[in-house]
């Protein structure tokens, strides 16, 4: 067991392991509760590193498969400004998925591993890069909606109590913001364009919104993880608080573009500031993320490809590694 020894700052003395005692544990949840950072070195529950590791690394491999369904789009953007855009959005991607990697990493667990879970199918990446990109549409679509989910469930992981973790988000979700302005520009322009780039734009918003809701997780009284994870200060919200603020945010922004958002039952109650909805299908969520939704095997066999693909790379830097490390030790 991966258990750290403590000392009377609670900080912990990494080099020493045994059981988890209750005054241990009294420690560690009073500096949660003081709002102080738990840093890499730090004894912890053993429970809450591997729900960081669960959390950290699925995020980091939503990343790098999210790269999949808009990299479709790259040689196909309708103007160079639009593809020098895409392009950069494609490499955050990859740099989101590096800094949560090596963020993971920080916890005991290596890349190797991480990569290995994700490929045997034991770990997660999210929802939503489970659905096809058909339009050019889908990828103004994905930048309003798909970073705009990511964006209201990401700023408050920037006050998580895993320090290397909120560090990480502070760049992520300024990235992220770059990309959900581009998505909702990109939608504006076809908005304002010929009725039939409009047509493809409400087509996008049809297909991607309630994918996009479910990118917040199962209802919270199906969500497993988030009691615990919001009492250590992980998650500062639940899953439905999170899912009403972004559909309370981006009603208004369809309204804007003239999009209807594809939910009859959608009603803005004065009373409580919020928008009443219809009912989530979780049938659908639970299928796509037990591997039956519409992309996922082309979305794992692409990326075991780029894995077996990238093999010469990885034993070509370790070689190098290894050279550059018996020249100094022999200098
Ligand atoms: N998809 O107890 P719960 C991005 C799983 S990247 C798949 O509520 P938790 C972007 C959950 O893992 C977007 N699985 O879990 C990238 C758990 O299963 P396990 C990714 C999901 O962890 C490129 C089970 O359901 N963002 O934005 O407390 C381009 C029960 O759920 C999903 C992050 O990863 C899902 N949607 O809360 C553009 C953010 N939802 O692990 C954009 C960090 C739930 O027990 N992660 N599950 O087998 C989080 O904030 C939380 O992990 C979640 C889920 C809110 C997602």
Redesign the pocket.
Known sequence: MYTQGLDQSGKGDPGARGEETAAQLDVFQARIDAEEKIEAKDWMPEAYRRTLI??IS??AH??II??QP?GNWLTRAPTLKRKAILLAKVQD?AG?GLYLYSAAETLGVSRDEMVGDLLSGKA??????NYPTLTWADIGA?GWL??G??IM??IP?CRCSYGPYSRAMVRVCKE?SF?QRQGYELMLTLCRGTAEQKAMAQDALNRFWWPAL?????NDA?????AQ?MAWKI?RFS?DELRQKFIDVTVPQAEFLGLTVPDDKLTFNKESGHYEHSDIDWQEFFDV?AGNGPCNKQRMAKRRKAQDDGAWVREAARAHAEKKAARSAAA
């Open positions: 669960r959390q699925q995020h939503s990343e999210g790269m808009e991607e989101h997660k990446y999210s929802s939503i890069f994905i798909v970073d989910a990511a469930n990401q992981l992220e990309h479910m990118m917040f997780g199962p199906s969500s497993s993880h988030s994870s998650k899953n993320i």
